[in-house]
């Protein structure tokens, strides 16, 4: 059923027969699958995928599953909101959000990588499956896991978000808790990947998993009415969804899906942990590490993987990196929720809020149309914004209470 | 003085399966000089040509990136413990 050639590597060009492997074995650099194009072009119209169900299976020529899949049946095909009352207060004639603040199972754009992962790791005859994680992809792979029936150890940083611990215990999950950040934990979780014979979604599974976030691509681009953004501003961590939503702009036009465009992406992260806009912003991919220190946990990789890419994807397509403070993260999330009427977590903030930037400064032309890429959801990130939004106040269960301190008038006894 | 370096399985089709390597080397040239010199064609993967490490190669000091040691520059300790690890994936 596959129309997978091989992996080949982004660097080097070394090519390996589809199995689980990190990364290349000769210099390093992450593997990209790559699919027979002209059998798809052939057997494939984008007028069949419309009948299909409201999934991001809808795409699975595009996947690298061998087999129907048996997990994560329900991920994606998230809505792309037309959001009129943000793009006033932005001042840019459109804006578009892809809402993944709402992905099943567990909100986070996560469950589509995840949902990736696990088929392959059945495919591959794994019983354990394990990741590490700044949250969203814990929460995913505990979620799934248990639905599919695998066992699943979780690799987190001991000061994540009590809602994304929670979020990954409910589900039964082996969570480890590891003092240190991002970046150490993932220095652990591969010694475990190389000792193990697990499926570490974000290790020896990642070319697979990383397949998942191309379809966060293909959606916009069926939303839009099989059309390419102008603009489009993702969050960035390690790097990987900026990249693979190019891949699947590309690899649309190679079908002759769309009509081939120029879409411009900007990559935004916060301030305090920003190796990749740094880079950009400096006109080179070649990545300095960091020591993250933000409230915007889900970003807060110091030593991106796939920031190389990312820069390189940013400069070629004409766009712009930008980050923005911890401040303006929890405006961006105030911004989009008073708006629009969706909470996105502490990741969304950085978009809207570098959003803006960039069309204060110019840099995002206020007569285009922009997407912006809301990765996560808000209640998984309540602390960020408990300090800011309004204090409520409590009152007596009495008409005369309520008119005096919400309406502001004094009110007359009524007789 | 002495160190060890710890290989991942990718690279121990050149150490003979060894996972566990002790060298004497002070710094990370003279480490991909020794390594190269006991196992012929390990630099080839460890770095580039100008001898810089291969850009996807994280390489650890203990438990700290070694570019924040000073990269290059970093002296090795009596003890110190070398890890090599692919970059990895994940995060948003």
């Not at chain 1, 050639?5 to 090519?15: N, V």
């Not at chain 1, 590490?289 to 400069?315: C, H, M, W």
């Not at chain 2, 290989?7 to 003979?16: D, E, S, V």
Request: net charge negative.
């Amino acid at each position: 059923m596959s129309y997978v050639r091989y992996l080949q590597c982004r660097l080097c060009g070394q090519t390996y027969e589809a199995k689980p492997l990190a990364a290349c074995e000769s210099c390093w650099a992450p593997l990209e699958v790559v699919y027979d194009y002209g059998r798809i072009w052939s057997d494939l119209r984008r007028e069949e995928i419309a009948q299909r169900p409201a999934n991001l299976w809808r795409y699975r020529e595009l996947l690298p599953l061998e087999e129907d899949p048996q997990v994560g049946l329900h991920t994606g095909f998230t809505p792309l909101v037309s959001a009129s009352r943000l793009a006033r207060a932005l001042g840019i004639r459109e804006v578009y959000l892809k809402n993944d603040s709402v992905n099943h199972p567990t909100l986070s754009f996560k469950d589509r990588v995840v949902a990736v992962a696990l088929n392959k790791a059945r495919e591959f005859g794994f019983d354990v499956v394990g990741c590490s994680s700044t949250g969203n992809l814990a929460n995913a792979v505990a979620a799934q896991a248990a639905a599919g029936g695998f066992k699943a150890f979780i690799f987190i940083p001991a000061d994540l978000e009590a809602e994304k611990i929670i979020g990954t215990l409910v589900y039964g999950a082996t969570l480890v808790k590891i003092e240190g950040n991002y970046d150490q934990v993932n220095r652990l979780c591969s010694e475990i990947a190389q000792k193990y014979n697990w499926g570490i979604v974000n290790v020896n599974l990642r070319s697979y998993y990383a397949e998942g976030s191309k379809t966060v691509g293909y959606e916009v681009a069926e939303q839009l009415g099989w059309r390419l953004p102008e603009n489009i501003v993702v969050p960035m961590a390690g790097g990987a969804l900026i990249t693979k939503i190019r891949k699947a702009f590309d690899e649309l036009q190679k079908l002759g899906w769309v009509e081939q465009a120029a879409p411009r992406f900007f990559g935004a992260q916060a301030s305090g942990c920003s190796p990749i806009t740094t880079a950009a912003k400096a006109g080179t991919s070649e990545i300095v590490p960091q020591k993250p220190k933000t409230i915007v946990k889900s970003l807060a990789i110091g030593n991106p993987s796939d920031g190389y890419f990312a820069s390189e994807a940013i400069r070629a397509s004409g766009g712009a990196g930008e980050d923005v403070t911890d401040e303006e993260v929890v405006e961006g999330i105030q911004l989009l929720a008073e708006t629009e009427g969706i909470f996105a977590e502490t990741a969304g903030g950085v978009t809207v809020a570098v959003a803006r930037k960039l069309i204060r400064d110019g840099r995002l032309n206020s007569n285009e149309s922009v997407v912006l890429v809301i990765t996560g959801n808000g209640l998984k990130t309540i602390a960020a914004v408990s300090g800011a939004v309004r204090e409520s106040e409590t009152i007596r269960p009495k008409l005369a209470d309520f008119e005096d301190v919400f309406l502001g008038s004094p009110t007359e006894a009524t007789a | 003085m002495a160190i060890t370096v710890r290989i991942p399985p990718p690279l121990r089709k050149y150490t003979a399966g060894e996972g566990l390597v002790s060298t004497s080397a002070q710094n990370l040239r003279d480490l991909f000089d020794k390594l190269d010199a006991r196992y012929p064609g390990i630099r080839g993967v460890l770095a580039t040509e100008d001898g810089k490490p291969q850009r996807f190669l994280n390489i650890y000091v203990n438990d700290e990136d070694i570019r924040f040691l000073g990269g290059a520059d970093c002296n090795f300790k009596d003890g110190d413990e070398i890890l090599l690890i692919p970059a990895i994936a994940g995060g948003v």
